[in-house]
Nanobody
Framework: QAPLMESGGGSVQSGGSLRLSCEPL?????MGWFRQAPGKEREGVAG???????TYTDAVQGRFTSSRDNAKNMLILQMDRLKPEDTAMYYC????????????????????WGQGTQVTVSE
């Protein structure tokens, strides 16, 4: 399995937008987005299966959108209306288990990880 690689992080002001990418796109099991702020545990953001059913955590529901770009072979996380509390290192993850009813968002369910990309949101 090719290693996962995230890109697209950066610094924005509160209310701004960023678009993260993760390659390659996996066609088995679940992919997910996660984040980890300094001094905190890694937390889930979204889980997405090969049929593009997405599960979002409450903290990002309505502001973040994850999708699969099959043509570019990458997973996308569109982040809008960013808040300072969204500041974290963002990771892409994958696990080959095929969940019935949608993918989980908990990090413990994922086994493969990228190196992360930093997102910083200022006031």
């Amino acid at each position: 399995q090719a290693p996962l690689m995230e890109s697209g992080g950066g610094s924005v002001q509160s209310g701004g937008s960023l678009r993260l990418s993760c390659e390659p796109l996996m066609n088995v099991g679940c992919m997910g987005w996660f984040r980890q702020a300094p001094g905190k545990e890694r937390e889930g953001v979204a889980g997405i299966d090969r049929d593009e059913r997405v599960t979002y955590t409450d903290a990002v529901q309505g502001r973040f959108t994850s999708s699969r770009d099959n043509a570019k072979n990458m997973l996308i996380l569109q982040m809008d209306r960013l808040k300072p509390e969204d500041t974290a290192m963002y990771y892409c993850g994958h696990d080959s288990y095929n969940w019935i009813g949608g993918c989980p968002t908990g990090p413990k369910f994922f086994k493969s990880w990228g190196q992360g990309t930093q997102v910083t949101v200022s006031e």
